[in-house]
Structure formats: structure tokens, C-alpha cells
């Protein structure tokens, strides 16, 4: 994708260095994969990319003490560009995700996730080819905020005791706590940047997915928020659905009930292009759609603020893979490509695309996707860089 503005910009240089991170799990092994493929991309082109790991997740824990260190989220905020492997992500108590405080540290506020099927990558639907389209996630609010507090905890208890005394709530005993904040300020900015990418890249439509029905002030003023951008910030470019004719210029905006969202992406994905959508639906959206084209291996991501933006691989650590040269390097790779879209860098992000799609046509295959093919052989993660290497 192109830098979020719709306004056309010229190429940018090569930045002195491009922050890694190179993750937990198998992320050391896909970033060594991966960032030959990059640079030579990068050359072929004239341009010099150079990187500098900086510690993060696990390892940085056991050496410094901090699983984010200051020097660290200071590389990532001054960069204008960032990659990132996966990151270890605790379930229930302890340390929150460091996915999410980076986040929310450097207001990274759109989760970026372009979803395309690379022909030959085995898919569980009949026509992935009909999958082409971008979500735009809310990165920084709903209840990824983790303003939750445990059952019987005093935080909880005193939430609770507020709830009844103050405004007539009466909930059971033991009762855990979450809080849902959605602002206008962030719902309008992650629409924003969605439509001016929909426009620049000349797409039909761009679909605002809620599930307002029910929760109607958070979700619902999501929706609401949403059209009033594309009245009020893009007047003549847009037009809701409800007024669009047919063979109409503008840029259709349309909304959709969540959970009919994803009953649409099965039976009628080549009517969604661009999606807008709050946090929690847009993680559960990008998975449901990533699994159609092939799952998290084959998919890209960013996390994208107004002025540094972090592109990762999208899915886990897999520990139980790290080290045995068996990880998929797609979704690290492709959100190489995308980083040199958000460049400008458009025809070295071609080069990482066409080499990628080309090696999966020649019958290459990590393990992952080989084995959902009877008898089709695979490659290690080395092997697969290597054949893809070579078609840069």
C-alpha cells in the first residue's frame, strides 16, 4: 500500500537504517530468511537498505529486564519505518501483549491487512482468487485498551458498587470487568485514512463492519462516525450506499453488521474491497479472511500513525517450530513488500511479490501449506528463502 495520504508522493530515500526486531519463536529464523530477500529487492533498484536489530520480547527480558527496552521504543518511534517478527504474547495474568503497548505507545492507530490469494497457495474455499481487499483495524481502543479488572478484585468490586449506587446496574457477585472506549477522535481518524486509501487506489467501495445493533453508543456511533468523515472530509468523492447509482464514480460507502460480515466474505467477497472496522472485529475479520487465501503465513500487516509505522509478521511465535527450519517466511516477507509500498519503494515491493509468487508456482512450498496438498513435497524456511532469492 501506499503511504495512508491520498495525496501522490515521490519515492523517499533510503532511510539511514530500517529498525528489526527480530521477535521470539521462530522470528530469528524468518528475519535471517527474509532480510537478504529485501535488501537484494532494494538493490536491484538502486537502493541501499541497511538494518539494525534492536532487543525486544524474551531474549530482551533475560538480558536487560525489559521486554521493550527505552532504546529500543525509541528506534521505533523515530523511524519512519520499522519490521518486526512475532512477539510472545502472555495468556491471562502478568505482562499485557507487547504487540499492543508498542501499539499504543507510538499511537500506531491503523492495523493495516491486505488480503490477496498468491495462486498455487492451497485454500480451504473454491474461489480464493475473488479475495482482494485491505482492513483498515482500529489499533488502539474497544477492549484491547485492557481497562479490565478480575472477578472479586477490588477494582472490580469498586466498579461494581459505582455501577449500582450511581446509575441502577445490578450485576451477579464475582462478577469480572471490562470497559469497551470508543472516541470519536479515533474512530474518525482510522476511517479517514481509510477512504483516502480507497480513493487513491481508485476501489469501489469501502465497507464500515459494527456491530452497532447491539452496541449501539460504541459500535454504532463507530458507524455513524464513519459516514460523517466521508460526508464531511470527502464531499463529492463519497457516497452511501443508499444513494449510489449504478456505474456511479464516487466512492460507495457501505456498512455491515459484523457478524453478516463474515457470512458476506464467503459468499460474496468480490463485493468488499476496503473495510473499516473497530479493533476487536478486526482482528477477528483479518484471520477469518487471511484463512481463506491460505492462513496467517501468506498474510502481511502493518501498524501505521502519523508518523512511524511497524510491519510484522502476523502471526504467532510457533515455539514449538523455532529452530527446526520449518516456519513459513511469507507474512514477514510480504510485510517487507508492504513497508516498500508505504516507501514509495512500489516497483521493489513488485520485485518481493512477483519472486514470491513465482517460487509458489514452481511447486515450492513451506510446511504449512505443503501438507494440506496430498504428496506434495515442502521446503525448509531456508530452502524456500533461497528458491525465492533467486527470482528477485
Known amino acids: 500500500m501506499p503511504h495512508p495520504d491520498a495525496t501522490p508522493k515521490p519515492p523517499a530515500a533510503a532511510p539511514p537504517f530500517i529498525p528489526l526486531l527480530e521477535g521470539d519463536g521462530v522470528g530469528p529464523e524468518l528475519c535471517a530468511a527474509v532480510i537478504p530477500i529485501l535488501t537484494k529487492a532494494a538493490a536491484r533498484d538502486s537502493r541501499s537498505l541497511t538494518f539494525k536489530t534492536f532487543p525486544a520480547g524474551e531474549k530482551a527480558l533475560r538480558e536487560t529486564g525489559a521486554s521493550l527496552p527505552p532504546e529500543t521504543m525509541k528506534a521505533l518511534a523515530t523511524a519512519r519505518a520499522s519490521l518486526k517478527g512475532p512477539l510472545a504474547t502472555p495468556v491471562g495474568g502478568g505482562i499485557r501483549s507487547l504487540n499492543v503497548a508498542i501499539r499504543q505507545a507510538l499511537e500506531l492507530y491503523a492495523c493495516v491487512r491486505p488480503i490477496s490469494h498468491i495462486p498455487g497457495v492451497p485454500s480451504p474455499v473454491k474461489s480464493p482468487e475473488k479475495i482482494n481487499a485491505i482492513i483498515f483495524r482500529e489499533n488502539t481502543e474497544d477492549v484491547y485498551a485492557g481497562l479490565e479488572w478480575p472477578a472479586a478484585s477490588p477494582e472490580a468490586e469498586a466498579l461494581q458498587a459505582f455501577l449500582q449506587e450511581r446509575l441502577g446496574v445490578s450485576l451477579k457477585e464475582r462478577t469480572a470487568l471490562g470497559l469497551k472506549p470508543m ?57 452511501p450506499e443508499s444513494e449510489a447509482q449504478e456505474g456511479d464514480a464516487r466512492l460507495v460507502i457501505k456498512d455491515r453488521i459484523a457478524d453478516n460480515m463474515f457470512m458476506q466474505t464467503l459468499l460474496r467477497p468480490s463485493e468488499y474491497s476496503a473495510i473499516a472496522t473497530p479493533n476487536l472485529n478486526g482482528d477477528y475479520l483479518s484471520d477469518c479472511l487471511a484463512a481463506q487465501i491460505g492462513g496467517l503465513g501468506v498474510a502481511p500487516g502493518a501498524n501505521i500513525g502519523d508518523s512511524a509505522a511497524v510491519f510484522e509478521a502476523t502471526h504467532g511465535t510457533a515455539p514449538k517450530y523455532a529452530g527446526k527450519d520449518v516456519a513459513n517466511p511469507s507474512s514477514l516477507l510480504l510485510s517487507g513488500a508492504l513497508m516498500f509500498d508505504y516507501l514509495s519503494w512500489e516497483d521493489s515491493a513488485r520485485r518481493v511479490r512477483d519472486a514470491l509468487a513465482q517460487t509458489v508456482a514452481a511447486g515450492f512450498l513451506t510446511q504449512d501449506l505443503a501438507r494440506q496438498i496430498p504428496g506434495a513435497p515442502s521446503s525448509s524456511t531456508s530452502a524456500f528463502a533461497r528458491q525465492i532469492l533467486e527470482r528477485v
Do not use: C, Q
Not at 452497532?212 to 462516525?225: D, L, P, Q, S, V
Open 183 to 239: 472516541t470519536e477522535m479515533a474512530s474518525k481518524r482510522l476511517v479517514k485514512m481509510a477512504i483516502a486509501w480507497a480513493l487513491r487506489e481508485k476501489l469501489p467501495s469501502l465497507t464500515l463492519v459494527h456491530k452497532g445493533n447491539i452496541m449501539k453508543y460504541t459500535e454504532g456511533a463507530f458507524r455513524a462516525w464513519g459516514y460523517e468523515v466521508a460526508r464531511d472530509d470527502f464531499p463529492g468523492l463519497t457516497v
